[in-house]
């Protein structure tokens, strides 16, 4: 099978276990956690272009899972996680990865937060190694064994 078949079959199964798990996923710390985990993916190369931007941001708009919160609400928190990334990466990194380990208290949400990391990565069909590096480092601040998502 192909790497992008395996890419596209991964990402499926991540979205269809989170919509399994969505009446679960209604606490603020994941609403939080997840907008600083797409945040995280859109910038994982260093930069988030507008474009980019705009694509995920239409992602979390459209994602079932997310529907459990306001739409104005993930977005100015999609944005403001973008906004700490943009003025300075590195410190905006550490600032929204504290964001992401919130969710580290319930290991379903933790779980789920990993998932929409990578659904969003993968939404593209390009997972990349920038992408997988930083969903690897929300694993570690949630505690989790990257090797538990084939990362």
Not at 27 to 52: K, N
Not at 60 to 83: G, H, K, W
Not at 95 to 121: D, N
Not at 124 to 137: S, T, Y
Request: net charge negative; with cysteine.
């Amino acid at each position: 099978m192909a790497l992008w078949d395996r890419l596209k079959e991964s990402a499926s199964s991540m979205q269809t276990q989170l919509l399994a798990k969505k009446n679960d996923l209604k606490s603020g710390a994941f609403r939080d956690a997840s907008m600083a985990m797409c945040a995280l993916v859109a910038a994982a190369d260093g930069s988030i272009d507008p474009d980019e931007r705009r694509k995920v941001a239409q992602l979390i708009s459209t994602n079932d899972v997310l529907q459990n919160f306001p739409a104005e609400e993930l977005q100015r928190r999609f944005e403001d996680a973008c906004n700490k990334l943009t003025a300075d990466f590195e410190f905006g990194k550490v600032s929204v990865l504290q964001e992401v380990a919130k969710a580290k208290k319930k290991p379903a949400e933790a779980r789920a937060v990993i998932q929409i990391g990578i659904v969003i990565g993968g939404a593209d069909g390009d997972f990349d190694k920038d992408e997988q590096a930083m969903v690897r480092e929300a694993c570690y601040a949630l505690g989790l064994p990257p090797h538990e998502f084939d990362l």
